[in-house]
Antibody
Framework: EVQLVQSGGGSVQPGGSLRLSCAASGFLFSSYNMNWVRQAPGKGVEWVAYISGNSDTQYFADSVKGRFSISRDNAKKSLYLQMSSLTAEDTGVYYC???????????WGQGALVTVSS | VLTQSPGTLSLSPGERAIFSCWAS???????LAWYQQKPGQAPRLLIFGASTRATGIPDRFSGSGSGTDFTLTISRLEPEDFGVYYC??????????FGQGTKLEIK
């Protein structure tokens, strides 16, 4: 069974940093591109970042470029999102999601709440 | 940019629901997906490649369209179909752009 289990959410002050983790199981993790998607309270979903299976390609939404980094450890079957210079606009639920080989995001983590507030 | 309409649909069980999604530029290879999201849950992939149902999705869900105009249709609404529906493009680059969503309310 494919599973993505997230950890690392929490509260942080503006300007602070936080790292999210996503542990994968039930599939060959290194063969799949992965993503982070977020959702601000009461708002729609927003794609945040992408990383290819071997980490050689990464993309970021303009809203987080230069502040967030994405990485993965295929040996540990884990995906990470390092967030820095956080602002209130970064508050929301963050999901990791697998890119389906034929298109779209087919499996999602349970979500991790990130709250940026003083 | 993906633009969805309407903002909200309020329909009764058994009725047909039609969701529209317009892209500001042509979506390459019909690389468009649809998702359903219920409160407190992650989005669920319904359709990829504009018209192919994902695993386990009932055949009352169907997708169509090409280029810049896409449609998701639910042929006969069930009570459990409530939620917010999003379109997403993934073909022009790995940057997966989402539409703003359409909320479906079941009367």
């Amino acid at each position: 069974e494919v599973q993505l289990v997230q950890s690392g959410g929490g509260s942080v002050q503006p300007g602070g940093s936080l790292r999210l983790s996503c542990a994968a199981s039930g599939f060959l993790f290194s063969s799949y591109n992965m993503n982070w998607v977020r959702q601000a309270p009461g708002k729609g979903v927003e794609w945040v970042a992408y990383i290819s299976g071997n980490s050689d390609t990464q993309y970021f939404a303009d809203s987080v470029k230069g502040r967030f980094s994405i990485s993965r450890d295929n040996a540990k079957k884990s995906l990470y999102l390092q967030m820095s210079s956080l602002t209130a606009e970064d508050t929301g639920v963050y999901y990791c999601a697998r890119t389906w080989l034929l298109g779209g995001l087919d499996y999602w983590g349970q979500g991790a709440l990130v709250t940026v507030s003083s | 940019v993906l633009t969805q309409s309407p903002g909200t649909l309020s329909l009764s069980p058994g009725e047909r629901a039609i969701f529209s999604c317009w892209a500001s530029q042509s979506v390459s290879s019909n690389s468009l997906a649809w998702y359903q999201q219920k409160p407190g849950q992650a989005p669920r992939l319904l359709i990829f490649g504009a018209s192919t149902r994902a695993t386990g999705i009932p055949d009352r869900f169907s997708g169509s369209g090409s280029g810049t105009d896409f449609t998701l249709t639910i042929s006969r609404l069930e009570p459990e179909d409530f939620g917010v529906y999003y379109c997403q493009q993934y073909g022009n680059s790995p940057m997966h752009t989402f539409g703003q969503g359409t909320k479906l309310e079941i009367k």
